[in-house]
C-alpha cells in the first residue's frame, strides 16, 4: 500500500522521465498574485508563464505544491474536521505545458500515470469533459475509457478561467468510483454531491482569452495546468474515502491523542482531525514567514491556532500541546519540504508562545460563554454583544465563537455583532481625530474599514508584487495618479517598512506590471489608519497608476541597509547607556 510519501515521487518521477522540469513548490505567501491571500493552487506561480509576460528555460514543468484555503474566496476553515475531504492545508501535485505539448499528450499522460503507474483500477475511473469538447472525447476514447464513463458537462464546471478576462478553457476531470457502499451519483446527476464519485484530478486546457466585451478568441500559445489532490489519491489507493484516514494525517492524529492521552477515535474523533489538519497550515505558514498578528495574512494563522488550541484544550489539554506534535510533522513532511526542518525551532517556540497566551484568556472566555448560555435558556441566539464581548476582552475571533456554539447547536447574531464592531470602531476614530493629528486622518481609518490591513511581506523579501487598492491626492481618494503628479498609494501588499518603532520608512520604487516603463518613485512609507494601512508616497515618473492595477514593488536596498545598520546601531548605544 502506497504511502503519501510514495505517491508524490512517484507522481514528480514519471513527469520527471517525460521530460518535465522538477520545480520547488512556491511560498504560501504569493509574490506574483496580488489578488490572492494565500497559495491555493500549483498553477499560481506560473501565472505570468501562461499569460506570456514571463518565459523561463524549460516549457514544461511538475510540482507538488502545498497550498492553504482559509481565507477570502476559498475558505473551507469552518467545515475542516467535521467532513471527509475539506482542508485548511493540502497538497496539489500538477503537471504543466507552456506552448508545448496540450490535449493529445496531456491526456495520455494522466491515463498511464493514473492506470499504471499508480496501478488505479481503470473500470472504477470515469472522466468529464467540457460539452463542447469533441477534441477531448475522441482522445479518452483512444486511451481506452469507454463512451458511457464519459460524461459532457454543459457548466462552468468544465470551464476554468483565470479571471473575469484572460487566459480560459474547457477542462476535464477523472473521477474515482468508491463504490456502491457509499450514497452518491455520479458527475452531472443529482445525486453528485455524495462520496461515492470523487474527483483526484483536473486538467486544464487553455486554449483562449477572455475579453471585456464578452468576446473570446484563441490563444497563440496553447497551454496545460494540471491539478491532483494527493489526499484524495492517498485515500483511494489506501482503501478508503476518508483523508484523515490516510498514513501521514492518521499519524498526526496519533501524535494529538497521545500528546492529550486519549482515544484517537473516541468521542474526540473531530478534535484530533481539526488538530492534525490545522498543525499543517499553521506551521507551513510560519515556515514561510507569517507570522500570528491582529491583521492580514498573520490574523488568519492565529485563528487557525487558536481554533487548533480550542479543540486540544476540549480533549483535556492542561499545558500546551501544538508545540509537541511538530516533531511528527517534520518526520512525515520535512523530507519533501525542507523549510519544516530549517524553520523547527521558529514553529514550536511560536506555538508554545501562543498557546500559553491563548490558554490563559481562554478558560474565562469559554465560562463566559457557557454563563450566557445558561442565563439566554435553551435553543437562543448568542447575542452580538456577548460576541463582540468574547472578541474584544477575551480574543476570541467570531468564527471561534461559532465553532463552539456549533457543538452545543446554538447560534449567534452576527448583525449584533457587526453593529457592535462597528461601534468600536467609531469610538475609535474618534479617539483618534482628537489627539491632534492632522484632519484628514480620518479618510485613512476608512479606507482601512473598507480594504482591510495591508500584509507585510518585508521581512523575508523587498520586492513583491501587489494591488492598488486606492490612491490618495490632497487628503481625498482618486481614481489614478498621472505623470508627475503626487500622492499616496494604498496596496494589499507590501515589502515596504512603514515608519514605526523608530524606523523611519522605506523608499524605492513601483512599475506597472502592464507596461514595465510606467514608474513611480517611492520617497516614503507611513502606517496610517492605526497602524493598519501602510500608505506610500509616490511621484509618478512616467506612465499613469490607477486603482485596481498590479504592480512591481523594489525596496531600495541600500538605503534600507543603512536605516538597518543606523537602527540596531541606536538601540545597542542606548544599551551601553544603560549599562554605564
Known sequence: MPSLNDIRSTFLGYFEKQGHQVVPSSPLVPRNDPTLMFTNSGMVQFKNLFTGVETRDYKRA??????????????????????????????MMGNFSFGDYFKTEAIPFAWELVTRELDIPAERLLVTIYHTDDEAAEIWKKVGVPDDRIIRIDTTDNFWMMGPTGPCGPCTEIFFD???????????SPEEDGDRFVEIWNLVFMQNEQFEDGSMRALDMQSIDTGMGIERVAALLQGTNDNYSTDLIRALI??????????????????????????????????????????????????????AMRHAHMLGAKDPVMHRLVPALVRQMGQAYPELVRAQPLIEETLKLEETRF???????????????????????????AAFKLYDTYGFPLDLTQDALRERGREVDTGGFDEAMAEQKAKARAAWSGSGEAADLAIWFEIADAKGATDFLGYDTETAEGQMLTLVKDGAEVDALEAGESGWVVMNQTPFYGESGGQVGDSGWMRRLEDEHDLAEVTDTQKMGGGKVFAHQVTIKQGRFAKGEAVALEVDHARRGKIRANHSATHLLHEALRRA
Open 359 to 385: 490558554k490563559q484568556t481562554l478558560d474565562r472566555g469559554l465560562k463566559l460563554l457557557d454563563d450566557e448560555l445558561v442565563r439566554l435558556g435553551e435553543g437562543a441566539k448568542l447575542p452580538g454583544q
Open 178 to 188: 468508491h463504490g456502491d457502499k457509499y450514497w452518491g451519483g455520479p458527475p452531472g
Open 62 to 91: 511538475t510540482t507538488a505544491q502545498k497550498c492553504v484555503r482559509a481565507g477570502g474566496k476559498h475558505n473551507d476553515l469552518d467545515n475542516v474536521g467535521y467532513t471527509a475531504r475539506h482542508h485548511t492545508f493540502f497538497e
Open 254 to 307: 496519533e501524535a494529538s491523542a497521545d500528546a492529550t492521552s486519549s482515544d484517537p477515535d473516541g468521542p474526540g474523533k473531530t478534535h484530533h482531525r481539526v488538530i492534525a489538519d490545522h498543525l499543517r497550515s499553521t506551521s507551513f505558514l510560519i515556515a514561510d514567514g507569517v507570522m500570528p498578528s491582529n491583521d492580514g495574512r498573520g490574523y488568519v494563522l492565529r485563528r487557525i491556532m487558536r481554533r
